[in-house]
């Protein structure tokens, strides 16, 4: 599977816009481009995923570049409660090997106040 | 609240213990998972269920013996465990459709934290 690299952490201020980027140099046309997150002592949560347009649903937007050599994933107004370890996640469509999640280390996001 | 129920939440044995744990869904979902995340690290993909069939098991030692008695129920049981082997181990589920190989989002539980004493 392609690799993803994102930043370890990042800031936002509540009610900001935030855009955790996350790079994928390497994908291939069959990958579909997946994003979780994950709260302390939860378990991750599924919040979008995009194979060449931008999406949009109503946690998130997906940005994914004309290339799709990287992609945002775009929370409009941050709260306190977006606090959590977001995961960007590259899917082969056709050779997913049973469906598996293979998790990079993720960007770690905290909120102010 | 997840619609995956993990039990128990907190779990603690010693090494020469047998304990179980439990991993419930009533989603409809026929592909089942099992994850585990050591603390400040990423969740690693351990088994993955099809159909109520194994269909991946990622080099997993057999101190730990997965089980899943019907669509909505896997089990993990665990022996002779490591103290390394402390850590959140995460229950998911998902849709399974062999048109798109396994895209569907997952639904995870909150884990059983399991310390090895």
């Known amino acids: 599977d392609a690799k993803t690299t994102q930043p370890n952490s990042m800031e936002s201020n509540e009610e900001e816009p935030v855009h955790l980027p996350c790079n994928h140099s390497?994908?291939?046309?069959?990958?579909?481009i997946h994003w979780y997150r994950q709260l302390p002592s939860q378990g991750p949560e599924y919040v979008i995923h995009?194979?060449?347009s931008n999406v949009n649903n109503r946690m998130a937007s997906l940005a994914i570049a004309e290339d799709r050599k990287s992609s945002t994933l775009i929370l409009h107004r941050a709260t306190l409660r977006d606090a959590a370890v977001y995961y960007c996640i590259l899917r082969d469509m056709i050779y997913n090997q049973g469906g598996k999640l293979i998790f990079g280390q993720g960007t770690e996001l905290s909120v102010k106040p | 609240d997840t619609e995956v129920t993990q039990t128990p939440k907190h779990l603690v044995m010693g090494m020469t213990n047998k304990k179980s744990l439990k991993c419930e869904q009533h989603m409809g979902h026929r592909a089942m998972y099992w994850y585990k995340q050591k603390a400040k690290k990423p969740p690693e993909l351990m088994f993955v269920y099809s159909y109520e069939k194994l269909s991946i098991n990622e080099s997993v030692p057999s101190r730990f013996s997965p089980e899943c008695p019907n669509s909505s129920l896997l089990n993990l049981h665990l022996h002779a465990l490591q103290p390394e082997d402390s850590a959140l181990y995460l229950c998911?589920?998902?849709?399974?459709?062999?048109?798109?190989?396994?895209?569907?989002?997952?639904?995870f539980g909150d884990g059983t934290r399991l310390s090895i004493l």
């Open positions: 995009g194979l060449t």
């Open positions: 390497t994908i291939s046309g069959t990958d579909y």
């Open positions: 998911a589920s998902s849709h399974y459709y062999l048109r798109d190989r396994g895209l569907q989002p997952q639904h």
